[in-house]
């Protein structure tokens, strides 16, 4: 069996928790392959709203194995309260939750160098979630952080130590000033906790589970925009968000990997500091911000809010190989009489280009627009393709032409029965 990819194409936040919940029945496993507590994956059903940080989209569903993989980062003190937060709905976490001893461990003076780092920063801060993430991974390529494999060795305190030793001297550095005392015993509490569940070598896990014709479903954090290498660097996330990750952040060979499936909004937000070429500071991005309830899932930041960018979402589509788009919250676009998309940037010289430049921080560059007509009108009741407005029909068609890649699904509200898939139409004609 092949291997399929979810994966976000713009700033973060495009809806990929919904999506995975959605989509989850078809798969046996689901993987989470990168990032941290930074994520925030929301979901929606039977009028509850769930919003995960570092365990799979997939746990609801007691059918399916969710992994977390080697390419994440874990929160000891997070994952515990999230654990604690699932406890009403009767997940057997012993049958469907393994966590991969390869993952890195985020430790409390990790949150203490992010917050030190930013406050340094002062106007130049990167908008970081400050949940540690970056410091994490420096110490992974370090060649120096603890993983979750070490908390079951007798000498894991010593190894702890050793590491903290070397983060307060970093932390001198920065003058900054810490309680670490008042951090540690719900760490270490955590740690205990962390030692009851499926701790495994997640990379035999998942290929064994291939050799056995499983599906798999690889679930990705934060946006392809946000990527370490390929984002609007240095406002980007510390991992490979991009479809490589999925590989070295589960160990799956390439070739393994059958669909990329790419998920954007209707629009385009973006949380923190970094460029933005399409937001609006207008009342049409407050309107945005409003209809869409544009607040971070994991910070409670109000999101900057933007016209879709396509030389931005063709650029995340060439960049993983996306083979179908998933767009998510058009119903946000329900009242607006003209809808606008970036399709082209003008750069400072005046060169006019459908390509994301080098750089977009000292180079602003001024985004160029197509006007289509916007649709007016509630989905509440649109239950299937054929019933799309056709106003949102012909959206849908200039952004596959222009992207090259069909969209198969519509999302027209936050529950998972808000969803429109073109597989749905094929079956009921």
Request: overall charge negative.
């Amino acid at each position: 069996m092949s291997v399929h990819l979810l994966l976000g194409l713009q700033w973060g936040d495009e809806g990929k928790g919904k999506i995975v919940d959605y989509i989850a029945p078809q798969y046996e496993v689901v993987a989470r392959f990168q990032g941290g507590p930074n994520a925030g994956h929301t979901l929606e059903f039977d009028g509850i709203k769930h919003v995960l940080h570092q365990i799979p989209s997939g746990i609801f569903r007691n059918d399916i194995t969710n992994i977390i993989g080697n390419g994440v980062v874990l929160d000891p003190v997070v994952f515990k309260e999230e654990i604690e937060k699932l406890k009403d709905f009767k997940i057997d976490f012993s049958k469907n939750l393994f966590i991969s001893k390869k993952t890195q461990l985020i430790l409390p003076t990790h949150r203490l160098l992010d917050a030190a780092s930013e406050a340094a920063k002062g106007k130049e801060k990167i908008g970081s979630t400050l949940k540690g993430i970056g410091p994490t991974y420096m110490d992974k390529t370090g060649r120096n952080g603890l993983r979750i494999g070490d908390i079951l060795s007798a000498h894991f305190k010593e190894k702890y130590q050793l590491l903290v030793a070397k983060h307060k001297r970093l932390l001198q550095h920065y003058q900054f000033e810490y309680d670490l005392a008042a951090l540690e015993p719900a760490f270490f509490e955590a740690i205990d906790f962390l030692k009851t569940f499926n701790l495994v070598e997640s990379e035999y896990l998942i290929n064994d589970a291939l050799q056995a014709g499983k599906s798999i479903l690889c679930e990705g954090a934060q946006g392809s925009l946000l990527d370490i290498d390929f984002g609007s660097y240095p406002f980007v996330t510390s991992s490979n968000t991009t479809a490589a990750g999925a590989c070295t952040g589960l160990g799956i060979a390439p070739n393994r990997i059958e669909k990329v499936m790419g998920i954007f909004k209707a629009y385009c937000t973006r949380v923190g500091s970094g460029p933005f070429p399409t937001e609006l500071f207008d009342d049409i991005g407050e309107q945005i911000r409003k209809e869409g309830n544009e607040f971070g899932a994991t910070t409670g930041r109000p999101r900057r809010c933007g016209w879709l960018d396509l030389p931005a979402l063709r650029y995340a589509v060439m960049l993983n190989g996306v083979t179908e788009l998933f767009m998510m919250k058009a119903d946000v676009l329900n009242s607006f009489e003209e809808i606008k998309v970036c399709t082209h940037y003008r750069l400072p010289n005046g060169e006019v280009t459908d390509q994301m430049p080098y750089c977009l921080i000292h180079e602003p560059i001024e985004p160029i627009y197509e006007t289509l007509p916007g649709w007016q009108q509630s989905l509440d009741q649109v239950n299937s393709f054929e019933e799309i407005p056709a106003a949102l029909s012909a959206y849908i068609q200039f952004i596959e032409e222009k992207v090259g890649v069909p969209i198969h699904l519509v999302s027209v509200g936050p529950d998972r029965t808000q969803t429109l898939h073109k597989t749905s139409v094929a079956a009921s004609s």
